[in-house]
T-cell receptor, first 116, second 115 residues
Framework: AQSVAQPEDQVNVAEGNPLTVKCTYSVSGNPYLFWYVQYPNRGLQFLLKYITGDNLVKGSYGFEAEFNKSQTSFHLKKPSALVSDSALYFCAVRDHASGGSYIPTFGRGTSLIVHP | GAVVSQHPSRVICKSGTSVKIECRSLDFQATTMFWYRQFPKQSLMLMATSNEGSKATYEQGVEKDKFLINHASLTLSTLTVTSAHPEDSSFYIC???????????FGDGTRLSIL
């Protein structure tokens, strides 16, 4: 079984400060991990993914995420937040194990609010 | 690249009407398409998964006869909400994927309002 948790419903950060949106996962094999962003009344946009390789993954709009196998985490980060980064962020996981579901599981979402 | 077009973006109709939502992958062939429902301030609820030319796989609790899904080609899937009622009002989002290792590409969603 696969699952993903986003422990924070909302994250508040001041513009210019670094931001972190947390995500932890559980899979039986190796994970495929994804981050998406959703702006109001829009679909989700893909930000970045981890399949294999370097633990630090760089994605769109200056975002990056660090895969930590021992902590089963894949936190989303950005060194300097912008007001325009305010949106809903979703983490998703798919189990790489043989027989694992090809359907990703999404977290409940974290609302990021960047204050001017 | 990897653009998914979802139409219409907004529908307002009377109770009892059937509503069809289209999801097209414009510049790629989608082996799998997904349909989600999203309530305000809540996460995505997967309704069904469809592969071209085969019957959709519905998630537990989703009525097959209520939410008809057709995946006629590698670039088009449709969701028909039959005899819609106010409780069907929601934001419906489709997505498409080219494979297990690949991210999903989402449409912009359809806001369905049943009066």
């Amino acid at each position: 079984a696969q699952s993903v948790a986003q422990p924070e419903d909302q994250v508040n950060v001041a513009e210019g400060n670094p931001l972190t949106v947390k995500c932890t996962y559980s899979v039986s094999g190796n994970p495929y991990l994804f981050w998406y962003v959703q702006y109001p009344n829009r679909g989700l946009q893909f930000l970045l993914k981890y399949i294999t390789g370097d633990n630090l993954v760089k994605g769109s709009y200056g975002f990056e995420a660090e895969f930590n196998k021992s902590q089963t985490s894949f936190h989303l980060k950005k060194p300097s937040a912008l007001v325009s980064d305010s949106a809903l962020y979703f983490c998703a996981v798919r189990d790489h194990a043989s027989g694992g579901s090809y359907i990703p599981t999404f977290g409940r979402g974290t609302s990021l609010i960047v204050h001017p | 690249g990897a653009v998914v077009s979802q139409h219409p973006s907004r529908v307002i109709c009377k109770s009892g009407t059937s509503v069809k939502i289209e999801c097209r992958s414009l510049d790629f062939q989608a082996t799998t398409m997904f349909w989600y429902r999203q309530f305000p301030k809540q996460s995505l609820m997967l309704m069904a998964t469809s592969n071209e030319g085969s019957k959709a796989t519905y998630e537990q609790g989703v009525e097959k006869d209520k939410f008809l899904i057709n995946h006629a080609s590698l670039t088009l899937s449709t969701l028909t909400v039959t005899s819609a009622h106010p409780e069907d009002s929601s934001f419906y989002i489709c997505s498409a994927s080219t494979g297990r290792h690949q991210p999903q590409h989402f449409g912009d969603g359809t806001r369905l309002s049943i009066l």
